[in-house]
């Protein structure tokens, strides 16, 4: 029996009442404080701070921006899946747990 994987979490740019969140990069803002947290093992080195960490990526989905946020996080450090959480929460943003479903024959997530 394999484990099972670990849910994701989407905080969606759009709060309870139903305006879109300002400002306009706030995923991008939120995923780029979340880089440095990574999993054991990843490689490190001059550049490996460049990009987003594989649990937490902004995305757009159906035209709405997003951060999916991957429960691995939690494992690896409990005050950025809480800062990330609280992030949603103060914000009256909307979540959702979800996944992302592969592209058909690809076995790649959606592109934005």
């Not at 939120?30 to 990843?42: I, Q």
Request: proline share 9%; charged share 20%.
């Amino acid at each position: 029996m394999s484990p099972a994987k670990p849910r994701e979490v989407f905080i969606q740019g759009v709060t309870t009442d139903g305006r879109i969140f300002r400002p306009s990069d706030w995923a991008e803002r939120l995923a780029g404080a979340m880089s440095c947290f990574r999993p054991e093992g990843s490689v490190g080195g001059i550049g490996a701070f460049i990009g987003y960490s594989p649990y937490c990526v902004p995305r757009v989905i159906n035209g709405i921006k997003c951060v999916i946020v991957n429960e691995a996080l939690r494992d690896v450090e409990l005050m950025a899946w809480d800062f990330v959480m609280n992030f949603a929460r103060d914000n009256h943003l909307q979540v959702a747990d979800a996944c992302l479903l592969p592209e058909p024959g690809t076995g790649k997530p959606p592109k934005d």
